[in-house]
T-cell receptor, first 114, second 116 residues
Framework: DTEVTQTPKHLVMGMTNKKSLKCEQH?????MYWYKQKAKKPPELMFV???????INESVPSRFSPECPNSSLLNLHLHALQPEDSALYLC?????????????FGEGSWLTVV | GNSVTQMEGPVTLSEEAFLTINCTYT??????LFWYVQYPGEGLQLLLK?????DKGSNKGFEATYRKETTSFHLEKGSVQVSDSAVYFC???????????????FGKGTHLIIQP
């Protein structure tokens, strides 16, 4: 099973709402990632968790708050977002320790901020 | 720092044509190289990869060879189909940037359109 599952697939939220994106993998991977992708652009790295600890935060605004409750789950908590935060949010996972390990992506969550 | 440069397109070809999408890279260490494909409305799927110089990755008729001397990883397919229409991303992961848990450096993506 090489699947990364993301929910919800689509989310529309107001600028004052609080919502969460969820990601799950059962491949035993100990590195998990959040990427943001705008239309016609490559994915941009937001956060990396390695062994359930936040190892990289690419200067992401605090209105995005990641959480890794255990080795299989990754959440992205959203609060007070702006319309420009509308994008496809991709979760990914890999086995850390070697650059040749494949990073597997989920199908993404399409976020629209109104 | 690391970077990946690829032709952006859109690249429009007729069915059964030969495909080449160029990709070159700069890296401080010894990177692993990847091609990912993204179909409309979907996430990224690994197409193929190569982890050391002269390795050839292949999958679904696509091939790419890791050329250290020219710092390239060009994607090729001998006969494309309409179903190959998608966006293709070249990417690298650097062996010296934390052991492979630092994510990927992506090229800008190439939009491929195959006409029947």
């Amino acid at each position: 099973d090489t699947e990364v599952t993301q929910t919800p697939k689509h989310l529309v939220m107001g600028m004052t709402n609080k919502k969460s994106l969820k990601c799950e993998q059962h491949m035993g991977h100990r590195a998990m990632y959040w990427y943001k992708q705008k239309a016609k652009k490559p994915p941009e790295l937001m956060f990396v968790y390695s062994y359930e600890k936040l190892s990289i935060n690419e200067s992401v605004p605090s209105r995005f708050s990641p959480e890794c409750p255990n080795s299989s789950l990754l959440n992205l908590h959203l609060h007070a977002l702006q319309p420009e935060d509308s994008a496809l949010y991709l979760c990914a996972s890999s086995a850390p320790g070697y650059s040749g390990n494949t990073i597997y992506f989920g199908e993404g969550s399409w976020l629209t901020v109104v | 720092g690391n970077s990946v440069t690829q032709m952006e397109g859109p690249v429009t070809l007729s069915e059964e044509a030969f495909l080449t999408i160029n990709c070159t890279y700069t890296a401080t260490g010894y990177p692993s190289l990847f091609w990912y494909v993204q179909y409309p409305g979907e996430g990224l799927q690994l197409l193929l990869k190569a982890t050391k110089a002269d390795d050839k990755g292949s999958n679904k008729g696509f091939e790419a060879t890791y050329r250290k001397e020219t710092t390239s990883f060009h994607l090729e397919k001998g006969s494309v189909q309409v179903s190959d229409s998608a966006v293709y991303f070249c990417a690298l992961s650097d062996a010296y940037s934390g052991g492979g848990a630092d994510g990927l450096t992506f090229g800008k993506g190439t939009h491929l359109i195959i006409q029947p």
